[in-house]
């Protein structure tokens, strides 16, 4: 089987040729894709806590330090002690975060625009069913146990 031919390669030629894009319009602004998708996850008024954030862009704790610490230095976040519970640490947004946060909106939604405009809904209806359903599958972590026992 040709490498063209299989599922995880057209996955993961279409996430590079995405990931790509992103951070080709993100260099216009003085970012990347991995800054503009962590402030879009990273509530415009009340803050996310630090320790949600990882899991919600599947980034391990040592990738995420560096990222925010990184954002911070270009003033896009700070940090702030959580007001209910003052051992937790939440990651607030300043006023140029939250600017560069709509820019990072605004390139997601003009993206999933033209998709949209190209792609008939049906045929992106079956697309998501088929990514969810291979998510799905890999969750299940089933893959593998027959064909190794």
Request: charged share 35%; aromatic share 12%.
């Given at each position: 089987m040709k490498?063209?031919?299989?599922?995880?390669?057209?996955?993961?030629a279409a996430w590079h040729a995405i990931a790509r894009m992103y951070?080709?319009?993100a260099l216009k602004y003085g970012g990347t894709m991995s800054v503009g998708f962590a402030l879009l996850n990273i509530h415009s008024e009340e803050g996310t806590p630090a320790t949600k954030i990882g899991p919600l862009m599947g980034l391990e704790t040592r990738s995420l330090t560096r990222l925010l610490k990184s954002m911070?230095?270009?003033?896009l976040i700070y940090r702030e002690a959580d007001k209910n519970d003052k051992r937790s640490i939440r990651i607030c947004l300043t006023k140029a975060g939250k600017k560069n946060r709509e820019k990072a909106r605004e390139t997601v939604l003009r993206f999933n625009e033209?998709?949209?405009?190209?792609?008939p809904g049906q045929k992106l209806n079956t697309f998501?069913?088929?990514v969810q359903g291979i998510?799905?599958?890999i969750e299940r972590n089933q893959i593998?146990?027959?064909?190794?026992r």
């Open positions: 490498p063209e031919e299989t599922i995880d390669f057209n996955i993961k951070n080709q319009q911070e230095e270009k003033g033209a998709v949209r405009e190209q792609i998501f069913e088929v998510n799905k599958m593998y146990e027959t064909v190794f």
